[in-house]
């Protein structure tokens, strides 16, 4: 098996601009399958682009070239049904505020099994069966699937929304500053959670964090981004270690680093 036959997910210079406006400039990485990938950057330097581009979600005022290639299988090239297709099992997605993504006034359960039902033909046993497995590997009370989104706390809602993602075992799992909304105790207790449920299921993580604490927990490769570019990639320990650039050195100390008379970015 050569490298490239081993890997889930291949990016192969990215380009994304918004009306004209690059945004992502000629961004390249690979994931191997239940690697975790961390993409950081300041804020607008392109991470949500990169995310939004892998799994079809950049709108229409979005131009895309390049490659991305799930198992060897070009995604820019699909249509938006064979998109929908690989949804669920392919990929899902965990957004900042995944609890806000629900309907608020119909019960977790009713809409998750909805999704379930959209791409799979289990029985409402099944469904429930499969969600009590993961809300008891993630340590989420079993009241959670009949109660209402906008009953819940910001982590409640996360991990409402961790479960609804890990459902059908998706290969590669995104995630948009899964954590950035919630408080430092909570943050770290959902960390742990994803690790639980990634060692469980091997699904691949891409994650997009301004916290380098999160990449750090999390990340076994690290895509460092800076105005649509790519300033460093490589391993966690080569990053938060060894750091080649002052940027990636700004971003681990997370302390104001403005050279003297220059604005950092
Ligand atoms: N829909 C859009 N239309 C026009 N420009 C956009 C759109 N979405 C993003 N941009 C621009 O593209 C650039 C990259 O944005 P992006 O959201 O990918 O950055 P980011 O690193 O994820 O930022 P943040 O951490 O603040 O979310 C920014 O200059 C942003 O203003």
């Not at 300041?42 to 392109?46: A, D, H, L, P, V």
């Not at 070009?74 to 699909?78: A, H, I, Q, T």
């Not at 995944?98 to 019960?107: D, L, M, Q, V």
């Not at 270690?241 to 080649?244: K, M, S, T, Y």
């Given at each position: 098996m050569t490298e490239a036959e081993g890997n889930l997910l291949e990016v192969e210079n990215l380009k994304v601009s918004y009306r004209n406006k690059m945004?992502?400039?000629?961004i390249s990485f690979s994931m191997k399958p239940s690697e975790v990938l961390a993409i950081v950057g300041?804020?607008?330097?392109?991470k949500s682009t990169v995310l939004k581009a892998v799994i079809g979600?950049?709108?229409?005022?979005a131009e895309v070239y390049g490659s991305i290639r799930l198992r060897g299988r070009?995604?820019?090239?699909?249509s938006d049904r064979e998109r929908r297709g690989l949804n669920g099992r392919g990929m899902a997605m965990i957004f900042?505020?995944?609890?806000?993504?629900?309907?608020?006034?119909?019960?977790i359960g009713t809409q998750i099994t909805e999704s379930i039902r959209a791409h799979e033909d289990w029985s409402r046993e099944q469904i429930r069966a499969r969600a009590e497995e993961l809300m008891d590997a993630i340590g989420l009370e079993h009241s959670v699937w009949d109660a209402?989104?906008?009953?819940?706390?910001g982590g409640m809602g996360q991990r409402a929304g961790i479960l609804s993602a890990m459902m059908l075992s998706p290969e590669l799992l995104l995630a948009d500053?899964?954590?950035?909304?919630?408080d430092t105790v909570t943050q770290m207790k959902v960390v742990r959670e994803l690790l639980k449920i990634r060692k469980k299921e091997r699904s691949a993580i891409l994650l997009v964090t301004h916290h380098m604490g999160v990449a750090r927990a999390m990340a076994d490769k690290v895509l460092v981004m800076k105005k649509g570019h790519a300033v460093e990639y490589g391993t966690a320990e080569q990053i938060f270690?060894?750091?080649?650039e002052a940027y990636t050195r700004c971003l681990i100390d997370a302390v104001p680093c403005v050279p003297r008379g220059k604005a950092v970015g």
């Open positions: 945004a992502v400039d000629g300041e804020s607008g330097s392109g979600l950049l709108g229409k005022e070009e995604l820019l090239s699909l900042q505020n995944a609890g806000a993504s629900f309907c608020p006034i119909r019960r209402y989104p906008f009953s819940l706390s500053e899964p954590t950035s909304a919630l270690l060894n750091p080649q």
